[in-house]
């Protein structure tokens, strides 16, 4: 290679929720001066990506850029990320430029640096940045709006974007903190076969393979994010298999999916005061901010 020891090199590690799972993350470099394999820096491999990174400006008048990054979506790559991971909300990417001479050995044939001596800490920057928004999305890039850490332009107390009539909260997950029997689907509307009894956390309830399950039966499925539990209502009578499991796309023939409209409808369909359910008190623990709409007295 015709590198100097100086050759600066950047490395990009896409966070795809860093909030909940900040150790999940797509590592990778823009393929810089003719580097077109993937490169190992401080233990860590990162693919050759194509990458353009624009309007990261650093000045002393209190401006505060909002860069945008295009990264390659060939084979749509990143699409399939973005379906995957809730479209990288909560989402960071984090820029670590350094030199040629401090990569890893093992990226050379003969096993050492011929540049320098490796160093994982030998930084010239670190930059992280906050995903605002996806402002591009084609079959050859998906665009990225970024902001600053510290920008803090779009933020209120609670530290929370002001939604009037919607609630973020995730449904069974945190701040929800809905554990009870399934209600109704997405749209508020009914199951077409009213749910058996239910119970979030017994094991009887998990979805397993080779199970003959009817109409009415109620399964959830583990998940390893928030939240930690999808439930579904089984809509025709037959057996489980990996081919109509409930998060798939045959599923929906089977399954029906719990789940809330995030308005206060779907709201209060759950916290209502019910003797069916006397542990629910009647308050409304809504994600929104009511406050935002005007309402009429009475």
């Known amino acids: ?105 093992v990226n050379f044939d003969n096993g050492q640096n011929p540049y320098g001596l490796p160093d994982p800490n030998a930084e010239i920057s670190r930059e992280t940045f906050i995903i605002n928004q996806k402002t591009a999305e084609n079959k050859q890039l998906v665009e990225f709006e970024l902001t600053y850490p510290f920008d803090l332009e779009a933020f209120d107390t609670p530290g929370r974007i002001i939604l009037g009539r919607h609630c973020p909260f995730q449904y069974r997950g945190k701040c929800c903190n809905y554990f009870g029997p399934p209600v109704c689907k997405g749209d508020d509307s009914d199951f077409s076969t009213a749910p058996n009894d239910y119970d979030s956390f017994s094991s009887e309830n998990l979805w397993t393979e080779g199970e003959i399950v009817e109409a009415g039966d109620v399964r959830h499925t583990e998940n390893a994010k928030d939240p930690p539990r999808t439930v579904y209502v089984c809509k025709t009578n037959h057996t489980t298999s990996s081919l109509n499991h409930p998060a798939t796309l045959n599923g929906a023939n089977y399954w029906e999916k719990d789940d809330c409209s995030r308005k206060f409808l779907g709201c209060q369909k759950r916290f209502v005061l019910d003797t069916l359910n006397p542990s629910y008190l009647g308050y409304l623990p809504f994600g929104g901010f009511p406050a935002t709409d005007k309402y009429p007295y009475g």
Do not use: C, W
């Not at 290679?1 to 795809?16: E, H, K």
């Not at 909940?20 to 470099?29: G, L």
């Not at 084979?75 to 990417?93: P, T």
């Open 1 to 105: 290679m015709s590198l100097s020891p100086t050759a600066i090199l950047s490395f990009y590690a896409l966070y795809y929720d860093y909030i909940n799972t900040p150790d999940e993350y797509f590592s990778f470099h823009g393929g810089t001066n003719g580097l077109n394999g993937a490169i190992v820096f401080g233990g860590i491999t990162y693919q050759p990506v194509p990458v353009e990174i624009e309007s990261v400006e650093q000045n002393s008048l209190n401006r505060i850029s909002r860069p945008k990054i295009r990264i390659s979506n060939v084979g749509n790559s990143i699409s399939r990320l973005l379906k995957r991971k809730n479209d990288f909300k909560n989402g960071r990417i984090v820029r670590i430029k350094t030199f040629l001479k401090f990569i890893d050995d």
